[in-house]
């Protein structure tokens, strides 16, 4: 059990262009979630996944962001044509799938839009 | 809809102090509440999970504490120290996801 990992760290980007993060979830761990914070506020749900399937998308989830979970292992967020507004940590967490249980976040990675 | 508060914003406390953090939520129909420390800059740690039919959870100098009906929960941390500096973050679980409070930010000097 190595924990959730999330990549990069850190991105630094200019408005108007793609950025894609990865998130690899504890093994065997069904459920990932993603969640953006921006300083000082606590983190808000963007979106989860059960396995490959994608459950639930907030209503911050703009079209400009997509997520993937293609093989229910690893899960991919990508923004496209990036805003300043966009800058925050994004966060992955992962739980075994059964509901009502612990969440295990990664150390996230942190965005900032020039 | 779910809103999460956290009372006190930031604390500043010397070492050795007992103190309490305090979480309120608006819909009492939740299955669980969970809570983070989060250092600057990194993820969340979860520190104690409190099940809706549980009142309260103990880990080491952290006790939480869970009042379903008059939708609140308490965070204890006894003998505070230095290295207890950083975020808490309450959060309750409904409807398959975690919606959090905005943090207290916890200052324990020597």
């Known amino acids: 059990d190595t924990g959730v990992s999330q990549n990069p760290r850190h991105k630094i980007t200019k408005r108007g262009q793609n950025v894609t993060f990865r998130c690899d979830p504890i093994s065997e761990h069904n459920r990932l979630y993603w969640y953006r914070q921006t300083l000082g506020q606590g983190p808000e749900f963007l979106t989860y996944?059960?396995?490959?399937?994608?459950?639930?998308k907030s209503r911050l989830l703009s079209d400009r962001f997509s997520a993937e979970r293609p093989k229910g292992s690893f899960s991919t967020l990508e923004i496209q044509r990036t805003e300043q507004g966009d800058s925050a940590m994004y966060l992955c967490?992962?739980?075994?799938?059964?509901?009502?249980?612990?969440?295990?976040f990664g150390s996230g990675t942190q965005l900032s839009v020039l | 809809k779910q809103e999460v508060t956290q009372i006190p914003a930031a604390l500043s406390v010397p070492e050795g102090e007992n103190l309490v953090l305090n979480c309120s939520f608006t819909?009492?129909?939740?299955?669980?509440l969970q809570w983070f420390r989060q250092d600057p800059g990194k993820g969340l740690t979860s520190l104690l999970l409190?099940?809706?039919?549980?009142r309260e959870q103990t880990s080491g100098r952290l006790n939480a504490s869970l009042d379903k009906s008059s939708g609140r929960s308490t965070l204890y941390i006894a003998a505070s120290q230095p290295g207890d500096s950083a975020t808490y973050l309450c959060?309750?679980?409904?409807?398959?996801?975690?919606?959090f409070g905005t943090g207290t930010r916890l200052q324990v000097f020597p």
């Open positions: 996944f059960q396995n490959e399937a994608q459950l639930e």
């Open positions: 819909d009492s129909a939740i299955y669980n």
């Open positions: 409190i099940q809706s039919s549980q």
């Open positions: 959060a309750v679980y409904n409807t398959d996801k975690l919606i």
């Open positions: 967490a992962s739980s075994p799938g059964q509901g009502n249980e612990k969440l295990f």
